[in-house]
């Protein structure tokens, strides 16, 4: 599966943005697709992932303020950033997790920008 990733930019401490990743195959078929980032010198970290039944689940630092949402129709997943903070600035990655036979696999969008000036 590809993912196509978007909507990063540069906003101001406090503003918005909200990224959208649309897949290649239907997301019926995801069992999980979500958002990781990674900032410099940092590991890449889970931000927001939503599974095939629609639960969701957040990184403690975001909680409140993301929120992630799939629309089947569109084979697309966003995540809309409120309350954005310097300490979100990072690369944002679109994540698709799907169960192959007996492996669970792990597919990557190209990153998207996401900067936030304090």
């Known amino acids: 599966v590809q993912l196509q990733a978007s909507g990063g930019g540069l906003v101001q401490a406090g503003g918005s943005l909200r990224l959208s990743c649309v897949a290649s195959?239907?997301?019926?078929?995801?069992?999980?697709i979500g958002w990781y980032r990674q900032a410099p010198g940092k590991q890449r970290e889970l931000v927001a992932v939503i599974s095939s039944g629609g639960s969701t689940n957040y990184a403690d630092s975001v909680k409140g303020r993301f929120t992630i949402s799939r629309d089947n129709a569109k084979n697309s997943v966003y995540l809309q950033m409120n309350s954005l903070k310097p300490e979100d600035t990072a690369v944002y990655y679109c994540n698709a997790a799907i169960a192959e036979g007996w492996k669970m696999n792990n597919y990557w969008g190209q990153g998207t920008q996401v900067t936030v000036s304090s």
């Open positions: 195959r239907s997301t019926f078929s995801i069992n999980a």
